[in-house]
């Protein structure tokens, strides 16, 4: 992304007739534009949202109104209200928040119509989805991943970018459920290493997992101040390698609010928003952002494992046995509980101990 990104196709003025016409051409073109199964998941997931909601303060009504009576028995029906109430409540929760980012990603013709122009005038496709990764994207292993608004770059190393849903996210996943990013790919295989902005987004509550603070590697300067890093534990020489005082200051001066993570041979850089908009001014901190780090990861192709054994060359003629450029304690980073999800496991723990209580009094 050398060129000067032209962002006027997401500024300029354009005509319902305009819209209407491309619009007509993209779901010709892409008939998943359409997003028939988005329709009809945000029906499914709004009405008993609503419901949920209503039922929660009837119970709730209920509760106060038993409690100023103080009738026989109140303490039993505190229980059991409680205990239903708390179960809607939460979720409702878990439901309304994927309703609301579902609800927010629905189809918009004028958007398509910018981001298919914004596309075509910097040499980009676009690919208005949902759909699935490509083969080999390292997040697929975080559960089903579903993109929108694929916008991909020319080349042999082409950067990609996209907002993505892990629609049934697996419990490792550090990943927010929703969210976008910019793909890079690496030279090489690197570790898994993630830099955790201290600017960013609030995390969300409904992340199934979260990292072991013991592969926290605290980085000289100020540094600490806008990103933590995480790296696999005995991988920390190597962090130090990659992450030059250089880059770590590209990282302060263009990255922040974004987390940056190394998987396999792909860089990521991610956000719990959506970054794929027709905002201009966010596609010009994110193009900045990538060009940041873009001329500075060819030099990680030299960066080799020393814990991986590799075979002596064999005869003329030998299929050439490919080895995993990085050893297994440094694929992947280790993950516990997230808080949100033991906040989830021990609500729901209480509310049903609550409602067996209550039975058992009764």
Request: hydrophobic share 45%; glycine share 8%.
């Amino acid at each position: 992304m050398s060129a000067p990104l032209d962002v006027s196709p997401l500024t300029e003025r354009v005509s319902r007739r305009e819209v209407r016409r491309s619009w007509r051409a993209l779901t010709e073109a892409h008939p998943e534009a359409r997003d028939t199964v988005g329709t009809i998941r945000r029906v499914m997931l709004g009405v008993p949202t609503v419901v949920m909601a209503m039922v929660a303060l009837v119970l709730a009504g209920i509760l106060v109104g038993e409690v100023v009576r103080g009738e026989t028995e109140v303490s039993t029906a505190v229980i059991v209200q409680a205990s239903l109430g708390g179960v809607l409540a939460l979720t409702c929760l878990l439901t309304g928040t994927t309703w609301l980012r579902l609800l927010r990603r629905r189809p918009r013709p004028r958007v398509h119509h910018r981001l298919m122009r914004f596309a075509a005038a910097n040499g980009m496709t676009y690919r208005p989805g949902p759909t699935g990764a490509e083969r080999g994207s390292p997040l697929k292993t975080r559960g089903g991943l579903n993109l929108t608004r694929v916008l991909r770059t020319a080349g042999e190393r082409p950067i990609e970018f996209a907002n993505y849903e892990l629609a049934a996210p697996v419990s490792t996943s550090t990943s927010p459920p929703f969210g976008g990013y910019a793909a890079l790919r690496l030279p090489a295989e690197l570790p898994n290493i993630l830099l955790r902005s201290e600017d960013g987004p609030r995390r969300s509550l409904l992340t199934p997992a979260a990292l072991r603070g013991s592969q926290v590697l605290s980085l000289e300067g100020d540094f600490d101040r806008f990103f933590q890093l995480y790296c696999p534990e005995g991988y920390e020489r190597d962090a130090l390698y990659l992450f030059t005082p250089d880059v770590m200051a590209r990282l302060i001066d263009h990255v922040r609010g974004l987390d940056v993570e190394i998987i396999d041979d792909w860089m990521f850089l991610v956000s719990s928003h959506d970054l794929v908009t027709d905002r201009a001014d966010r596609w010009a901190a994110l193009t900045a952002a990538v060009d940041a780090l873009d001329d500075r990861v060819e030099r990680w192709g030299s960066w080799r494992d020393e814990r991986v054994a590799r075979p002596a060359a064999g005869a003329a003629g030998e299929p050439t046995v490919r080895v995993r450029e990085v050893a297994r304690p440094g694929r992947r980073l280790r993950t516990i509980w997230s808080p949100g999800t033991i906040a989830i496991t021990v609500g729901t723990a209480l509310c049903f101990g609550g409602l067996v209580v209550a039975l058992v009094l009764r």
